[in-house]
């Protein structure tokens, strides 16, 4: 069965090369030797610029004019205004005395996510990562049931905790019949903000535990066997041994893991709306809701406070560089 595949599928490309070589001819004669590739990366180039680049051109313009109207041609040109409201503060140490308040809140719910969710994300998937690791019973099925929230969508896992968590939900059905009083698990602001966090990592924490078990597996077990001769205790091998092999993993994990926090919408959206108040309102959901949502949609302040978001992420996409190209250099000095 495999030959007659192979077969066949030689065959079909066989047929591909025979009906495109008088294309594949003209080209070369046209472009040189040297320049052929740019016929077989054009396609690619062309359907990434018209969904990447384009966009990004349209959203800056839209960031430098204003009004209400959604065509370009109809939007009057205001430079900088739109990042002059976004940024306007009396005092940036009160919230309250900015113009957009709402943005600076955001922007204050998305640094406190981001740096408590990831450093819950990365040591807990690194402990899950170094248990699964182990010779268990059942490895492979716990492997599976981390990994298997990945696989959902992020609003089916978000509508599935929402059941769990709202007031007639399961959580507080499950208290009132123990004589216990429910609990505001989503309408508490305190609350709220928690399972945002608990909901994410759940969510997410098999991928990342997946490439710390990758890099685990990668590691020579020589030298654990080295260790073990040497009697080295456990916490001396996960500190000389395990943690420094694993660094370049563990810097992709993080770097991965606070882009995808700063990027946080889909559940938090679904299971508690931004709210109560604005204590969920992350930045991405401030983009949708300044866009979109409101009854008049200021696309100009969104388009601006997009662009606030990729440079922040653009920044961290360059924190990963460095802190790769640091450990590389350390790996290759030792």
Same mark, same amino acid.
């Given at each position: ?8 599928? $030689? ?21 040189? $030797? ?12 062309? =359907? ?11 959203? =800056? ?41 709402? !943005? ?12 408590? &969710? ?16 182990? *010779? ?25 905790? *929402? ?43 098999? !991928? ?10 990668? =590691?020579? *077990? ?10 080295? $205790? ?28 700063? &990027? ?22 401030? =983009?949708? &809701? ?15 406070? $997009? ?12 924190? &990963? ?12 000095? *030792?």
């Amino acid at each position: 069965m495999k030959a007659f595949f192979v077969l066949f599928l $030689s065959r079909v490309l066989a047929l591909f090369f025979n009906l495109f070589e008088p294309f594949f001819r003209l080209g070369q004669r046209i472009l040189g $030797s040297s320049r052929i590739g740019w016929l077989f990366v054009g396609p690619n180039l062309l =359907i990434f610029g018209l969904f990447t680049f384009l966009p990004i051109l349209i959203n =800056i313009s839209y960031a430098l004019t204003g009004g209400v109207n959604l065509m370009p041609h109809l939007r009057p040109y205001t430079g900088a205004e739109n990042f002059a409201i976004l940024l306007e503060c009396r005092d940036y140490f009160d919230i309250q005395t900015c113009r957009k308040d709402v !943005f600076w809140r955001a922007i204050f719910n998305t640094v406190k996510f981001s740096l408590i &969710q990831v450093v819950l994300m990365v040591l807990l998937s690194l402990i899950t990562a170094l248990v699964l690791n182990r *010779k268990i019973i059942g490895r492979g099925f716990w492997r599976g049931v981390f990994f298997y929230p990945v696989l959902l969508s992020p609003v089916v896992v978000a509508l599935i905790w *929402k059941w769990l968590l709202q007031n007639q939900g399961v959580f507080n059905a499950l208290l009132v019949g123990a004589g216990a009083a429910p609990v505001d698990w989503l309408t508490d602001a305190g609350w709220a903000f928690f399972w945002t966090i608990f909901v994410s990592i759940w969510a997410h924490m098999g !991928f990342y535990t997946l490439i710390l078990l990758a890099g685990l597996q990668a =590691i020579p *077990k020589d030298m654990y066997e080295a260790a073990e001769m040497d009697a080295a $205790s456990p916490w001396r091998v996960l500190r000389r041994i395990t943690l420094p092999l694993l660094m370049p993993n563990l810097i992709v994990v993080l770097v991965l893991a606070m882009i995808r926090a700063v &990027q946080i919408f889909d559940e938090v959206f679904v299971l508690t709306g931004g709210g109560p108040g604005s204590a969920t309102t992350f930045i991405v959901q401030f =983009i949708y &809701q300044t866009g979109f949502a409101e009854q008049i949609h200021l696309y100009g302040l969104a388009a601006a406070a $997009s662009l606030v978001l990729a440079v922040g992420l653009m920044l961290l996409t360059f924190a &990963q560089l460095r802190l790769t190209r640091a450990e590389q250099a350390g790996q290759k000095a *030792k």
